[in-house]
């Protein structure tokens, strides 16, 4: 089962995050999930080197809430926050999490005040299985190009170093990493991928590199901005099997460190 939650939240203070907050996001999530399942939240931390789920930072705040040591933000204020998962346990835990939990992001104290599972509540909630995304994309007769937007910074490692530039073969051979964690019968062969996602042309981009500090005293190089990516020259079968790839990203992010809010990625084909 594949999922994205958004929920809904509520300042109960007035309190000021960093504004790169990803990794007290992730510290959020744990604690949610320990409340839920805490056999599986010790399981996923403890055992699990590849996460199976992403967390935004939180989005729809006031602009004025930005600042330049941080995000000052307002009790009684209103935002918004992702969470995604790609294997059942967890979506299953995603969805379980209620209205009136509260939770807490460094000084700031949350309350969840709405639970949005699906794109009628939200165009960025929804669950499917695998087989269901299977079947929408390799019903698609034709796919001209792919374009990824991503919607916070991503980031690769080559070798012992981080790699700010998205390389088709470094963003599909973290899909095909990620998606050998589903419950798919689907396998994949991770070198015709790999081979495939070498020779794919840069259609368009846009964006820049910079340097993302989910520390103080620690910086990973990122991208931040979007690459289309031209598939016509494939065959039918090829441009369905990454567009497989492509609309999992969408629950699953690209890169690493998309457990602390880097990587979240959007879609668009033609």
Partial sequence: MLGAAVYRLSSKNTAQIPLVH???MHA???SLLEGIDPALSAYVHDTQQQKAFTVSELFGLPETARRKTGLLVD?????????????????????????GT????????LVIQ???????EHREAGFLTEEDLMAACFSVPSVQEITFSFRSPVSFRCFDRDFPWPLPEYIF?????????????????????????????PRRWHGQSRTVYLKKDRGTLAFDGEFTYGTDYLSTEEQQLLLLLAQFSVFSGVGRLTGHGLGQTRVRYR
Avoid: H
């Avoid at 990620?178 to 015709?192: E, F, G, H, I, Y």
């Fill in 75 to 99: 009790s009684d204020t209103q935002f918004f926050w992702r969470v995604t998962a790609w294997n059942d346990l967890l979506s299953r835990s995603i969805q379980a999490i209620s209205p």
């Fill in 22 to 24: 990803g990794r007290l």
């Fill in 173 to 201: 051979g973290s899909l095909i990493d990620k998606w050998a964690m589903t419950n798919c019968p689907l396998s994949v062969d991770r070198q015709t991928v790999y081979a495939l996602a070498q020779n794919l042309p």
């Fill in 102 to 109: 509260e939770l807490r992001i460094g000084s700031l104290d």
């Fill in 114 to 120: 709405a639970c949005l599972l699906s794109p009628e």
């Fill in 28 to 30: 959020a999530f744990f």
